[in-house]
């Protein structure tokens, strides 16, 4: 998720880039940020139950569990822009908002400091979420699974807002860059290129993944398999109706 920011100073470790563009986003979290969009939005498609998507909704919330997994552990080892350690700067929260409010924000090469706050915000409620779905009894529970998509979708929404507007205010397409990973040089002059992933990062990453995915299906042994509850509700209900029927 992408309001960009923090300005770092060259590493004297890494050359500085020489060509058009400044490599920023590793692919591993460009591919966490959009299958995070679709899952999330297949969740909410498919949230009542008469949606064509029904099928999908449990099974789409333990696809999130994972992503937020993978994002947790990508966070240490993932990326130097990537990593929590990048652009949790609460300090800087002020300053940013001082820059917003003149009409004239400071570019940034990772997440700023604002958009750094909205991740963990967009993680924590989506891992809420998933929480309270796997674990809901009763209409409290229910209730607050509700009350926590609603957050998300504001949550969602501001967000998006706040990468238009940077978009518009810095002259520079965030959105493009968390596609191709890329930014334009010329804009981020002394810059270097990102520094990668941590040499055993992918290996984590695919054991985190693995091991949640286990999890997820030790809690839920029809975690991933859409429409399944659906079926073996009517089937109980016709057994039961059908019970009934016999002993009258």
Do not use: C
Request: no cysteine; hydrophobic share 50%; glycine share 10%.
């Amino acid at each position: 998720m992408t309001v960009t920011n923090s300005s770092i100073s060259p590493n004297p470790s890494t050359s500085v880039t020489s060509g058009a563009h400044l490599r920023v986003w590793d692919l591993p979290v460009r591919l966490f940020h959009w299958l995070f969009v679709a899952t999330m939005l297949i969740a909410f498609l498919s949230s009542e139950e008469d949606s064509a998507l029904a099928p999908w909704h449990i099974p789409a919330g333990w696809v999130v569990a994972v992503l937020i997994a993978f994002r947790l552990v990508w966070g240490f080892v993932g990326g130097e822009h990537a990593r929590f350690a990048n652009f949790l700067k609460p300090g800087k929260i002020a300053h940013h908002l001082g820059d917003m409010f003149t009409g004239k924000p400071a570019r940034s090469v990772g997440h700023n400091a604002l958009g750094g706050v909205a991740i963990i915000a967009l993680l924590g409620s989506a891992g809420g979420i998933v929480y309270t779905g796997a674990t809901m009894q009763g209409e409290s529970g229910e209730g607050l699974h509700e009350a926590l998509a609603n957050i998300l979708l504001v949550l969602i929404a501001l967000h998006v807002i706040a990468v238009i507007a940077m978009s518009l205010l810095t002259r520079e397409n965030l959105i493009s860059a968390f596609i191709t990973g890329n930014k334009r040089a010329a804009l981020h002059p002394g810059v270097p290129d990102a520094q990668p992933p941590a040499t055993l990062a992918v290996p984590l990453a695919l054991i985190t993944i693995g091991g949640s995915a286990y999890a997820a299906t030790a809690l839920d042994p029809l975690a991933f398999t859409p429409g399944v509850r659906a079926e073996v509700g009517e089937q109980g209900h016709g057994a039961r109706a059908e019970s009934e029927h016999d002993n009258d």
